[in-house]
């Protein structure tokens, strides 16, 4: 029987996601593309979770496109790139795209490698811890193609316009301590996936309505305007002071007691 293409463990309110496909370099089929959708699909209604943390089993993240795999079916590529509505992600951009629709932070344990849609699923994340010695690459250029997971839209974010056609045009390939200088990993670290977790573990002692709302606040400001970013720290204000996590967050933080207040589900963000 074939194991499923991700896994997903919840312990401690933290969401542990593993890419389970290590024999072919955990590389993107279309039974991986649908599995990654349909955890996104789940964790987006889980109001328990507070933190995931998206992993590859053995000794790579993800290589990339399974080329031989999606290109012997015309009707895989159909399915990947088509669309309804032509704003809308589609099946292989929702991969990267869903993450930044989870209102709780997504933290990224890059190894190994982490090419073409392995990167551009990394790039959906809110943070990415990478060993210095894993490889990363913007790989579509190899095989012809362009970029097109939606990781442009984290670029956009993330480094200069220049360095980011350099990527995808040359389709080099680069270390976790390069990306690091192209601001494209959060931080370089021996123990990603050790150093994701405690990071996580850091953060569900907040709030998980001030975590939701900030995330939310810095997606949908970052590049809009002035205006518009001072009435959502307002609205999303006002919402967390009607809510009941702030205050028990609050009473933790000036009791001096291990029997703190136990958060309650965040508010749908």
Same mark, same amino acid.
């Given at each position: 029987?074939?194991?499923?293409?991700?896994?997903?463990?919840?312990?401690?309110?933290?969401?542990?996601?593993?890419?389970?496909?290590?024999?072919?370099?955990? +590389?993107? *089929?279309?039974?991986?593309?649908?599995?990654?959708?349909?955890?996104?699909?789940?964790?987006?209604?889980?109001?328990?979770?507070?933190?995931?943390?998206?992993?590859?089993?053995?000794?790579?993240?993800?290589?990339?496109?399974?080329?031989?795999?999606?290109?012997?079916?015309?009707?895989?590529?159909?399915?990947?790139?088509?669309?309804?509505?032509?704003?809308? +992600?589609?099946?292989?951009?929702?991969?990267?795209?869903?993450?930044?629709?989870?209102?709780?932070?997504?933290?990224?344990?890059?190894?190994?490698?982490?090419?073409?849609?392995?990167?551009?699923?990394?790039?959906?994340?809110?943070?990415?811890?990478?060993? +210095?010695?894993?490889?990363?690459?913007?790989?579509?250029?190899?095989?012809?193609?362009?970029?097109?997971?939606?990781?442009?839209?984290?670029?956009?974010?993330?480094?200069?316009?220049?360095?980011?056609?350099?990527? +995808?045009?040359?389709?080099?390939?680069?270390?976790?301590?390069?990306?690091?200088?192209?601001?494209?990993?959060?931080?370089?670290?021996?123990?990603?996936?050790? *150093?994701?977790?405690?990071?996580?573990?850091?953060?569900?002692?907040?709030?998980?309505?001030?975590?939701?709302?900030?995330?939310?606040?810095?997606?949908?400001?970052?590049?809009?305007?002035?205006?518009?970013?001072?009435?959502?720290?307002?609205?999303?204000?006002?919402?967390?002071?009607?809510?009941?996590?702030?205050?028990?967050?609050?009473?933790?933080?000036?009791?001096?007691?291990?029997?703190?207040?136990?958060?309650?589900?965040?508010?749908?963000?």
């Amino acid at each position: 029987m074939t194991e499923p293409r991700v896994t997903i463990e919840i312990s401690n309110n933290i969401a542990h996601v593993k890419l389970n496909r290590a024999d072919k370099l955990n +590389a993107l *089929d279309m039974a991986m593309f649908i599995a990654i959708r349909n955890t996104i699909k789940s964790l987006k209604k889980n109001r328990d979770i507070r933190a995931v943390i998206v992993s590859g089993s053995g000794d790579d993240f993800c290589s990339g496109l399974d080329v031989k795999s999606i290109m012997k079916s015309p009707m895989s590529m159909i399915k990947l790139l088509f669309k309804a509505l032509p704003w809308r +992600a589609n099946l292989a951009q929702v991969v990267s795209t869903g993450w930044q629709e989870i209102p709780v932070p997504v933290i990224c344990a890059i190894h190994g490698r982490c090419w073409g849609g392995g990167l551009q699923i990394a790039l959906g994340a809110d943070f990415r811890f990478a060993t +210095a010695d894993s490889s990363l690459s913007i790989m579509e250029g190899k095989w012809g193609l362009i970029p097109d997971m939606g990781g442009t839209v984290a670029l956009r974010d993330l480094i200069a316009i220049d360095q980011a056609k350099k990527l +995808a045009m040359t389709a080099e390939t680069f270390t976790g301590e390069q990306a690091l200088a192209l601001n494209l990993v959060t931080t370089v670290t021996a123990t990603p996936l050790a *150093d994701a977790q405690a990071f996580a573990q850091s953060l569900i002692k907040k709030s998980p309505d001030a975590l939701a709302a900030n995330k939310k606040l810095y997606n949908n400001s970052w590049n809009d305007s002035k205006g518009w970013a001072l009435f959502r720290e307002s609205y999303y204000q006002i919402r967390i002071l009607m809510g009941k996590n702030v205050h028990r967050k609050i009473y933790n933080q000036t009791h001096d007691t291990e029997q703190h207040k136990v958060f309650k589900p965040r508010k749908k963000w």
